[in-house]
């Protein structure tokens, strides 16, 4: 019930959040947060239960994709990959944290806890500055001025100025694309800038959960306690994911220094190339041991132990967390709180029918099976990454918009540019859009109260 309020929250807090914003969607998704909680607290039969599930659901739809998208455009670009596996690592830590006092205080009581965390975020919402370029583009240019000098601070006015104007011009080219009429309007959805993004992020998710990111998540005990085949010399499958949680916490905290010094396509490379291996020894081992019995079975489970820890840690560092990255980073600023919820709300839907198959699926082909196909996926995302998934790493979010609108569709394919600056753009753009905007410069400083 919380996976379908999430597919509800998707798409209701997606075009909410383009119509009014980042931060007003955030504070508004935590009265149903309040809500949800205290109907749990409170609950005296299952309806009421399953009520409150599906409120929580779609609270947390709501924040999701609202938090992402006004990170991703208040960040700068050279910390933007750690400001998001930061915000992930406190997710991971705020499960730690409810399970654990669960552990010892009765559940009624941790509901009524978990109110203090959407009240705390409500009143938190107003130190937050809104999206400066969600601002312009509603004419809302002098609160875009405060904010953008909150964000860069009040020793680099000038920065935030130039960023200002840089924006006000994105918006009155991007005015052209998309007019007032629906066909118009639908003329622009099919453009490059904009499809591209959306099918490649969309296959991506899909490939994802299809390698087994997702479904670790929800079935570590039962897919550790198979591939043990019942045996727990060594760990039992309850300890067994304990580690992997706290595992998984751990390599969430390096990739926050990761991601800031290695490029976010290596990482990502390295994560699915490391998730098939240690899955696909995995799956062959325990295939050829049932029918051969080629190690013994302390050896078997010690080595089935350590390539489920190996595969979890290189799945964690990539593809667990880079995909909430690339919503923000890829996607359209004109439609990204919308193309964001439809992606996530498209996301829960193969979840849920994933999840709800892989019991049946599992015993239809045995674990062997399962981590053969993990592995095989995996196989297949990597090829996918290496083909078509651009490097974002260090680049504005409006250089990765000029690079989708190239008319190439592999970025082994692109044209070679410079990195430096606006490294994605054309050389001859690039060199026209600095000129443009030290223009512009010069006359905001001619003209302080000027519009131009």
């Given at each position: 019930m919380q996976t379908l309020g999430l597919v509800m929250g998707n798409i209701v807090g997606g075009g909410m959040a383009d119509r009014l914003g980042r931060r007003m969607v955030?504070?508004?998704?935590q009265v149903p947060y309040v809500i949800g909680w205290i109907l749990t607290a409170s609950a005296t039969n299952h309806a009421v239960m399953i009520f409150a599930r599906l409120v929580v659901g779609m609270a947390r739809g709501m924040t999701g994709d609202a938090m992402l998208v006004i990170l991703d455009e208040n960040s700068d670009a050279r910390f933007r990959g750690t400001a998001n596996s930061c915000m992930i690592v406190f997710y991971v830590l705020g499960f730690l944290a409810v399970t654990g006092v669960a552990s010892f205080l009765?559940?009624?009581?941790?509901?009524?806890?978990?109110?203090?965390g959407p009240v705390t975020a409500f009143i938190l919402t107003y130190f937050i500055p809104e999206s400066p370029m969600w601002l312009v583009r509603h004419g809302r240019n002098e609160e875009a001025a405060i904010a953008l000098e909150r964000l860069w601070g009040r020793n680099h006015r000038d920065k935030a100025q130039q960023e200002l104007i840089y924006f006000k011009m994105r918006v009155q080219k991007e005015q052209l694309l998309w007019k007032k009429s629906f066909a118009d309007y639908c003329r622009a959805l099919r453009s490059r800038y904009v499809y591209k993004p959306f099918v490649l992020s969309l296959i991506f998710f899909i490939l994802n959960i299809l390698c087994g990111t997702v479904i670790f998540v929800y079935y570590t005990v039962d897919i550790i306690a198979t591939a043990l085949r019942g045996r727990n010399h060594q760990m039992d499958e309850f300890s067994a994911a304990t580690v992997v949680g706290f595992l998984r916490l751990i390599v969430l905290i390096i990739a926050?220094?990761?991601?800031?010094?290695?490029?976010?396509?290596?990482?990502?490379?390295?994560?699915?190339?490391?998730s098939a291996s240690f899955m696909l020894i995995l799956g062959t081992m325990l295939q050829l041991n049932s029918s051969g019995n080629l190690i013994s079975e302390l050896n078997e489970e010690l080595l089935s132990l350590i390539l489920i820890f190996l595969y979890v840690s290189f799945n964690t560092v990539g593809l667990y967390?880079?995909?909430l990255m690339m919503i923000g980073e890829m996607l359209p600023n004109r439609i990204r709180g919308f193309a964001s919820g439809v992606i996530c709300s498209f996301n829960d839907i193969l979840m849920i029918g994933v999840v709800k198959i892989y019991p049946w699926f599992s015993r239809m082909v045995a674990i062997e099976g399962v981590c053969l196909l993990f592995g095989g996926f995996s196989v297949l995302i990597s090829l996918y990454v290496y083909l078509f998934i651009p490097?974002?790493?260090?680049?504005s979010l409006?250089?990765?918009?000029?690079?989708?609108q190239q008319y190439n569709i592999l970025w082994v394919t692109r044209p070679k540019t410079s990195h430096k600056g606006l490294g994605l753009l054309h050389r001859t753009d690039r060199d026209k859009l600095c000129k443009e905007v030290e223009e512009a410069l010069s006359l905001e400083k001619l003209h302080p109260t000027s519009n131009s």
């Open positions: 955030i504070r508004g998704a009765q559940w009624r009581l941790v509901a009524w806890l978990a109110v203090i926050c220094v990761l991601l800031y010094v290695v490029r976010r396509r290596t990482l990502l490379l390295i994560s699915c190339i490391g967390l880079v995909p490097e974002t790493q260090g680049k409006a250089q990765i918009e000029e690079y989708f």
